[in-house]
């Protein structure tokens, strides 16, 4: 038996130990290389990490065990192939990924956030999905500073990193997607601004770039939030590039 057949093996049994180091084989074998995030695919693999993760979720107290944030690691791992996207799409992983966004792990936040950014980028389905499934306010949450985050004793430098994360989870699913980014501009309160929005040219976010031009009146609205999330995540690095600043000073 190979070290991919026995990771598999592991997964089905019932000792939390053996299911993170499987977990965590099945990680570094997807890290490895594309062909095995496609064995990992065709053995069962991803269906068997979701399943674990959904089952865990409920049985274990998530700051105790690193099995949690291990298997969302491999699930992202092995998102990074497109096919394998629609995988954990298909075996239900994303309303599990949105559900641990409120766990009380640090952790867990963090490998729920990467994973839903990763799954997120270039797929539009999936950002369909994570909206459906419930995952703007747990991200907004975890990107506003009066959010449940600022209560939490976490060292400095992992809040920073989390908000950071979450902001680009929010960016991406923005990104084409006109009705992810109002649902985002209404969770965020600024429906007072989509008045004053639609009497200017749009502004089209994508990743940390802005084009200007003339379009859809959906996109116009969403430009407000878009351009206020890249405020926050610039504003914590410390960095808002020059270019950015009279634009998004426009809209706020």
């Not at 674990?52 to 065990?65: D, N, V, W």
């Not at 963090?110 to 459906?132: C, F, G, Y």
């Not at 089209?204 to 995540?233: H, P, Y």
């Amino acid at each position: 038996m190979n070290d991919l057949d026995a990771a598999i093996a592991a997964l089905q049994g019932d000792d939390v130990v053996v299911e993170a180091e499987a977990a965590l084989k099945l990680w570094l074998l997807a890290a490895r290389n594309d062909h095995h995030t496609v064995a990992i695919r065709e053995a069962g693999g991803i269906r068997l990490l979701v399943a674990l993760l959904e089952s865990r979720r409920h049985r274990l107290k998530l700051h105790h065990s690193k099995l949690i944030p291990t298997v969302s690691k491999a699930l992202k791992q092995l998102a990074q192939n497109e096919e394998n996207k629609v995988a954990i799409r298909e075996a239900g992983g994303i309303p599990v990924f949105v559900a641990l966004l409120s766990s009380s792990s640090f952790g867990t936040r963090q490998s729920a956030a990467d994973a839903l950014l990763t799954l997120s980028h270039l797929d539009a389905e999936n950002k369909v999905a994570i909206r459906e499934a419930g995952g703007v306010p747990p991200l907004l949450a975890l990107v506003e500073s009066s959010g449940p985050i600022s209560s939490i004793p976490w060292p400095t430098a992992q809040r920073q990193n989390l908000h950071a994360t979450a902001a680009r989870a929010l960016l991406s699913l923005s990104c084409d997607n006109d009705d992810n980014a109002v649902a985002i501009a209404l969770a965020r309160g600024r429906v007072e601004a989509f008045v004053e929005l639609a009497r200017r040219g749009r502004v089209v976010v994508c990743a940390e770039f802005f084009v200007q031009n003339a379009g859809a009146a959906a996109k116009r609205k969403a430009a407000l939030v878009v351009a206020a999330l890249l405020r926050d995540f610039y504003k914590l690095a410390g960095r808002i590039p020059r270019y950015a600043r009279p634009i998004i000073e426009s809209y706020l």
